[in-house]
């Protein structure tokens, strides 16, 4: 518009409009309906179906789970309280909360000692899954850790835990001496070393020094299973992943057949027939006399499953790896065992974190089996003694959905972790 | 490795030391001692399993396979009476086990699919709730999803006293499927011989179908012709079959599902325990499945997806014609490893009394004739034998999927 | 690291083990503990209550012997075992005694070398039906779906009946009796069947127990007892001979009530031999003369245990039926002490 039409019209506008906002359809929750809810037709379909999906499901948990009954006895009190209406009769997890979690044989006068293990545990691994928060100091816990927690779940002379750590400390310090000539030395040396010192201490009277009540194994149960087969099964089998995954890589055809085989076999077959073999069959092959209880022969049977997992998810990293780095390492003059240890385990192990959780997180949910052969763990005492008792017979939704959340809660908060670990470590990989 | 630095030939005389300083023996010696330490192992253990079981006086011995097991089958894909012997009770077990498996492996694929396509949605709430089912689903234990689902069966469905009566609790589904707690009652197809000639002409026209449908992508490869496929593969299908079936006389029936004594009677019984594994493996692996699928489909690039659309292909044409092949390619290999967890995990049917493998041979055979050694033996070697045929077929497939790189 | 614990664990293991295979006796006394494999949980027969005590008809068995053998009836672990691994967990030496309601058969004790020391309960093999199905006899079951127990005889008993009797069924296998309730109560079966104690002890556990009954059929014999391995004879003899003082016991007249006072010495010369105030009965056995003493003691004498787990003042109700003394018209029957 220039000046010299300006007179031919016979309006014009002189000064601004104010901005107007939005059209009502363009703006705020409208806009966000309309573009992330009814953009399309067949998409509005699928909203009001994901709608009238959510509320039959809360409609019918809701008055479930907010009826819910919290002190009573027995399910038939519970019945008479609740009175034909709708509603959980949760006391039962009240009533059984430590059954649920210990077991029902764990002394109850000692459920603080597995207890403070639980809580000990976190600072244990905190260190381990958050290393860049937390001082590398406290890793020295994290190495005390396992056998404070054994000495505190199982109880009895501290003597126990002590002497086999004194062991291993042997073992390290006869690797470490022998490393430096050659790795292998080191590695069965310091084996070696453990073993004696093991065998000598074996003949110390350990009795009743600094002694905690011993609790057997056939004592423990509950979700407190869980948790110990899983936590000591994953970090059993982690070393031996990385071995059989190292095996399955050798260029020595014996010892990777040996692998391949052990693998595939593992891999081949259900976990559950392992745990048959643990219960049924394992005590066959023992020496005559021994008595291996059951904990120890299905820790044995869990960490050979995962181990063959292990190693498969640590092959992947082993060969995501670039050849380069293979080279570069022989380049060097490494030997076999200073490259894996110094160049190509490191970013293997670090690729292959998230599938190791992945394996863990599917490891910690399998020891949910074992109550097929009847221990009691969390599921095996819904299962087993709860159900069967007279006062609660007959209470599934609340029981099953009890352990259903525990289970989602741990398992979800690991895999929330990996993801976060992931993003962790790629940020800084480039 | 470092076999530069390794004395060549200058020496012919051969040193003890060698087999350990020189990375030309060393490796002999190694899988020398690895072997012997396998062997000394098998070894050990063969002599503990011989000296436990002379103190036991037992023996090894598979001649309760060729005994009369004396137990029944609830369902059996082979003849099967309590008169057979314990081998072909294993055998009734394993195809059970098989055909949960394959039930539970097309329903998985089907669930998977078609959730990791909606979480990808941009329907917010339809991608919300898919990620809490894969979420919820993949981090809890598939046996408590296993016990869960079949208690909502047995305490949901309706027993089928309540089908009785004039003025019945329950009815059944068009008068023909009958949905109990016991399982589900569907129709059962009769056929007379013309039956069978109809049956022939259906799977004829299938295969003519399918002829059909390459016809026309030739022609739009070859011309750009574009040919309509979905009408005429309906017609194909079905037609030819209709006009046989009523010009034969109708000769299929259907055996209604009735209600007589203390159950359905006739039909075909799908049995609760087999629906309760069959939903829950399915519903269960399908979670993974789905976390898979979206991985797939994020892993083609954008760029792929905005050509497409760039050529005016239409949305659903963009996702089956470029991204799922392409996707594919990452989908399958995971696909494989779920589909053996679903074989191994259907081993989980003893929680739900469904008669499979673990059931039969590892169940009750076990209890009943003792021998554990035995038949759990047997029944590893069944598992890893199922276990991997199928790896062996899956990775087949994976071969003829993968990208041919030029 | 956690490797450290389990090596920890096998060393103090493999030290402590002793040789189970022989000498159970001597085992059992240098444990200060006896393993006793039971039901994983049969109320009345052998189930922990709220605090994880076990308590039941079997049990009590345990208790009875660890008495005799070790001098206090608490020195027992129980070892929950199923249908599956009982067997397993005797011959491998993991139990030293199994009292589970195991059935006394031919192949057990000859092929599977167990050695049954007595019989502690005359069972049968029943069914349970609802009430309102309007089922009298177990013939009229022809087409019926059937819960049945996993791991015992019970498979084979009910292929045998509907097999000789022409009829048709379809059986639903459950590994749990907890499980088999649910699904009977559900209507998911028709009939339950399992031994009729154990029928008996399912159904107190209902909510309405008279809408159930159970059919006057019993379709097999089911001698019920607690067994040890075979070629161990000490053993053998003192589990033997704890069940036969416990039987004995309720014969002669002797209760936990009155056994301190019977003690004093009586006129009767068998009491006298069973409560070890005459004769060395006990030192034959390998034991002091006080262990029927202390057996009996421990829980009562057979009839005790009957009327206190599975009586008819319980829930369970168990008449005594076949398992009355032998004076009583019952089956109990105790060899003499002498």
């Known amino acids: 518009m220039s000046d010299l039409h300006a007179h031919s019209v016979a309006y014009v506008r002189e000064s601004m409009l104010d901005q107007q906002p939005p059209p009502a359809t363009e703006t705020g929750v409208v806009k966000w309906m309309r573009s992330n809810l009814f953009s399309t037709i067949p998409n509005a379909i699928l909203t009001l179906l994901a709608l009238w999906a959510l509320w039959s499901l809360l409609s019918g948990v809701a008055p479930w789970l907010l009826n819910g009954i919290w002190t009573a006895p027995s399910l038939s009190a519970c019945r008479e309280i609740l009175d034909g209406a709708t509603g959980g009769c949760f006391s039962v997890l009240t009533e059984r909360w430590n059954q649920l979690l210990f077991g029902f044989q764990y002394p109850s006068e000692l459920y603080w000692r597995p207890t403070l293990a639980f809580v000990l545990l976190f600072v244990a691994i905190a260190p381990v899954l958050f290393f860049n928060t937390f001082p590398r100091r406290m890793l020295i816990f994290t190495a005390i850790y396992p056998f404070l927690a054994y000495w505190l779940i199982w109880g009895g002379s501290i003597l126990v835990p002590l002497l086999a750590a004194v062991g291993l400390v042997a073992g390290y310090f006869v690797y470490a001496r022998f490393v430096a000539q050659s790795f292998a030395m080191g590695f069965f040396g310091g084996i070696v070393a453990a ?48 071995a059989l995954a190292l095996g399955r890589q050798s260029r020595m055809p014996i010892i990777k057949w040996i692998c391949v085989v052990f693998i595939e076999f593992i891999r081949g077959v259900p976990l559950i027939t392992l745990l048959f073999v643990a219960n049924v069959v394992l005590a066959y092959f023992l020496p005559p006399g021994t008595n291996f209880d059951l904990i120890l022969r299905v820790i044995i049977m869990i960490t050979m499953f995962a181990s063959a997992y292990i190693a498969e998810v640590i092959r992947g990293g082993l060969a995501a790896l670039p050849k380069g780095q293979y080279e570069a390492a022989d380049s060097l003059g490494l ?96 | 490795m470092a076999s530069l630095s390794d004395p060549q030939g200058s020496e012919s005389s051969f040193r003890l030391s060698m087999l350990l300083n020189d990375t030309r023996y060393r490796s002999y010696t190694f899988q020398f001692i690895a072997l012997v330490c396998v062997a000394l192992l098998f070894a050990y253990l063969g002599s503990n399993l011989a000296a436990n079981l002379r103190a036991a006086g037992l023996s090894i011995s598979y001649d309760f396979l060729g005994d009369p097991s ?197 039909g075909i019984n799908l049995l609760g325990s087999l629906i309760a594994l ?59 490893s779920h589909y053996l967890n679903i074989t191994k995990n259907s081993s989980l049917a003893i929680a739900v009394g469904y008669m499979d493998l673990t059931g039969t041979l590892g169940g009750i055979t076990l209890n009943q004739t003792g021998r554990a050694i035995e038949t759990i033996l047997l029944l590893m070697l069944f598992y890893l034998a199922i276990s991997l045929t199928i790896s062996a077929l899956m990775n087949v497939y994976n071969n003829a999927v993968r990208l041919k790189e030029r | 690291m956690n490797k450290s614990v389990i090596l920890g664990t096998l060393t103090v293991a493999a030290l402590s083990a002793g040789m189970a295979s022989a000498q159970t006796v001597s085992d059992v006394q240098d444990r200060g503990t006896m393993n006793c494999g039971v039901t994983t949980g049969l109320v009345g027969f052998a189930a922990p209550d709220a605090n994880g005590e076990w308590s039941g008809f079997d049990v009590a068995v345990c208790r009875a012997v660890a008495a005799a053998v070790l001098g206090d009836p608490s020195a027992v672990e129980f070892v929950p075992t199923t249908g599956k691994t009982r067997f397993t967990a005797l011959a491998s030496g993991e139990i030293d005694l199994l009292a589970r309601n195991t059935t006394w058969t031919f192949t057990r004790d000859v092929d599977l070398k167990f050695e049954f020391v007595g019989i502690n309960y005359y069972d049968g093999q029943g069914f349970m039906i609802p009430k309102e199905l309007g089922v009298s006899s177990a013939r009229e079951l022809g087409g019926a779906t059937v819960c049945i127990q996993t791991g015992t005889t019970t498979e084979l008993n009910l292929a045998d009946y509907f097999r000789k009797n ?173």
Not at chain 2, 293 to 321: D, F, K, Y
């Open chain 3, 166 to 338: 022409n009829m048709e069924y379809t059986p639903v296998p459950i590994e749990t009796n907890a499980e088999a309730q649910q699904q009977y109560l559900a209507g998911a079966c028709d009939v339950y069947t399992t031994d009729a104690s154990g029928l008996a002890a399912t159904r107190a556990a209902f909510e309405t127990p008279s809408d159930h009954v159970i059919l006057p059929e019993i379709i097999s014999k089911e001698p019920l007892g607690p067994l040890v391995r075979h070629g161990d004879n000490e053993w053998g003899d003192i589990a033997r001979w704890t069940l036969n003082a416990l039987i004995a016991a309720e014969e002669y007249g002797i209760t936990s009530a009155n056994i301190d006072e019977l003690k004093e010495g009586t006129d009767s010369p068998e009491i006298n031999r069973i409560l070890g105030t005459e004769g060395n009965l006990g030192e034959m056995l390998g034991l002091d003369n006080e262990w029927a003493y202390r057996a009996i003691k421990a829980n009562g004498n057979y009839g005790e245990i009957f009327a206190k787990n599975i009586g008819e003042s319980t829930p369970i109700g168990l008449s005594r039926g076949l398992n009355a003394q032998w004076t009583d018209g019952g089956l109990m029957y105790a060899p003499p002490f002498r």
């Open chain 2, 70 to 266: 004396g137990y029944d089958i609830n369902q059996a894909l082979l003849p099967y009476t309590s008169q057979s012997t314990h081998l072909r009770a294993s055998l009734v077990g394993l195809l059970n086990t098989l055909l949960v498996s394959i039930l539970a492996c097309i329903t998985a694929t089907l669930i998977g699919v078609t959730a990791g396509v909606l979480r990808l949605s941009n329907n917010w709430l339809v991608s919300k709730l898919m990620a809490a089912y894969v979420e919820l689903f993949r981090n809890v234990p598939v046996l408590i999803w296993i016990i869960i689902i079949f208690t909502i069966m047995t305490a949901v469905a309706p027993a089928p006293s309540a089908f009785r009566g004039d003025n019945p609790d329950a009815n059944m589904l068009f008068g023909a499927i009958a949905f109990t707690n016991r399982g589900v009652y569907v129709p059962k197809p009769l056929l007379d011989p013309l039956g069978w000639v109809v049956v022939a002409v259906f799977v004829a026209s299938i295969i003519g179908a399918i002829l059909y449908r390459r016809h026309a992508r030739k022609r739009l490869y070859a011309d750009g012709t574009l040919l309509p496929t979905t009408w005429p593969t309906l017609a194909i299908v079905f037609l030819p079959a209709l006009v046989a079936y009523v010009i034969l006389g109708r000769p299929i029936t259907l055996e209604l599902p009735e209600l007589g004594g203390f159950n359905f009677s006739g």
């Open chain 1, 335 to 430: 030997d076999y065992p200073q490259a894996m240890r110094l160049i190509i385990l490191p970013q293997a192990l670090k690729i292959s974190i998230p599938g190791i959780v992945n394996v863990a997180v599917g490891l910690f949910k399998d020891t949910t089996l074992v109550s097929v052969i009847s221990m009691f763990d969390l599921v095996g005492m819904i299962r087993g003694p709860i159900l069967a008792s007279t006062e609660w017979n007959g209470v599934y939704w609340e029981l099953l959905g009890f352990a259903a959340l525990l289970f989602f809660v741990t398992c979800y908060g690991i895999s929330q972790y990996s993801q976060w670990l992931e993003r962790q470590l790629n940020t800084d990989r480039r």
């Open chain 2, 278 to 336: 069959w939903f829950a493996l399915a519903i269960y692996t399908g979670a993974f499945i789905a976390e898979n699928v979206r991985a797939g489909i994020l892993s083609v690039s954008r760029g792929q997806t905005e050509a497409a659309a760039a050529l005016g292909l239409r949305p659903r044409r963009i996702m089956n014609l470029v991204i799922l092949p392409q996707a594919l390619r990452v989908i399958v290999p995971p696909l494989i």
């Open chain 1, 195 to 242: 073993f004696v010192v093991w065998w000598i201490t074996g003949f110390l009277p350990v009795e009743g020094i600094l002694a905690l009540t011993p609790v057997e194994s056939r004592n423990m149960g509950g979700f407190m299973l869980n948790l110990i087969l899983g936590s000591v099964c994953v970090s059993l089998s982690i070393p031996f992943g990385i």
